[in-house]
């Protein structure tokens, strides 16, 4: 009996310990995301105006592997891009599919309708040893740039007309060194939406968005969809050369930029950016089985321990709900703060709040896809993708310890 009230005290003192938690993440995203900058509401008559002449004013590279399926679509809307003159450099990373000629197509139709902005066409048939596709693709890419500013983004993103201008333009402005635009993502059904609601949330717990503009704060973010840095940091840094192993290219890229003290800023901007990621319910799975445990640097207690995080944040509420007195009321608080951080990072994510009700199942997928991309790292020893396979042992000595 007095084991049982004392377990039961023990309950409710944890439940309350993590309804505190959940309102000072509350609290601090309601403040902090809004002073995220939207793209879309800014003047332009405030913004600095990009350089004349003939010269590219930004080099945009769009590394793609099998992508037949989207990019004509990525291609042809950064053609369509008003207010600036770009250099495109398209890559076919060894691709099986048509993913090659459909980029010559596009690059051969803006050649022939004297088009403002130049696309060039690399076509790889051999991967290096040492290197991973990706940053591979994008290190050549990057050898042939012409322009002070650098955008790296993927082949199945759509860019709006003005989207590069506004965002080169607000770099400018904020002496930005690196610029994340957050895509606005394509979500068609309200499962993928909680997916996508439960995975930002999670990603708050370990990166505030709203400080990684803060010289004086470990946060910083990238994203492969749009990571816009000026070249000479770029080359200071010592590129995607020194990401050759890279799974995370992305973030870890944004990882070297705030460490070496340069200026890192985030924007949101509804729809200038977007790309379809999640795919169902349990798109998220796949999606994650090359980036999950990499992004704990294929540490098993790390993934482990975060994996267990997740857990407890899915189920503890519940539990408590269902246990009654201050117990239960304790976890109503938990998700009122949950329809919270919802609500502040609506900017960002476009998703609903009510589909906070939805947060314990989503977070149990998000759990699942994190397990399964390190049994399955570990089982096959390195990390199978687009048909290559690279040995864990090398990507374990070219991660790193941490972040």
Known sequence: MVIGHLAEQVFTLFSWFLALAWIWKAATALRGMATLPDLTRLDPADMPILPAGDDPQLTVVVPACNE?????????????????????????????????????????????????????VIHLKELPAGWLGKPHAMARAAQLAASPWLLFTDGDV??????????????????????????TLLLETPAEAAIYGVFLTAGLWVSRLWKVADPRTRDF??????????????????????????VVEDARLGWMVKRAGFRQRVA??????????????????????????ASFRYRIGLSLLACF?????AVWPLV???????????GLFIYVCIVLVYTASRRVTQVAPWLALLFAPAAA?????????MILTLAR????????RYPLDELRRQAGRGW
């Open 158 to 183: 759509l860019f709006q007309p003005r989207a590069l201008e506004v965002a080169l333009r607000d770099a400018l402005a904020e002496g930005a060194d690196h610029l994340v635009l957050a895509p």
């Open 68 to 120: 037949e399926g989207s990019i004509h679509a990525t291609l042809r809307s950064l053609l369509a891009s008003r207010g600036i003159r770009l250099q495109i450099i398209a890559v076919d990373d060894r691709s099986a599919d048509r993913t090659g000629e459909l980029m010559e197509e596009v690059a051969g139709h803006a050649l022939d309708s004297g088009s403002q902005h130049s696309l060039q």
């Open 309 to 313: 995080g997740l857990a407890v944040q």
């Open 268 to 293: 949101v901007g509804p729809g200038l950016v977007s790309l379809r990621w999640i795919h169902g319910a349990f798109g998220i799975v796949g999606n994650l089985e090359k980036n999950g445990f």
């Open 365 to 373: 997928i998000l759990f699942f896809a994190f397990m399964r991309s």
């Open 221 to 246: 973010v990238g994203a492969g969809a749009f990571n816009l840095v000026r070249r000479a940091v770029y080359e200071q840094l010592g590129g995607f050369e020194a990401l050759r192993m890279e």
């Open 381 to 388: 020893n390195g990390v199978e993708w687009r048909g290559t």
């Open 320 to 330: 408590a709900l269902a246990a009654g007195g201050w117990a239960a009321l304790a």
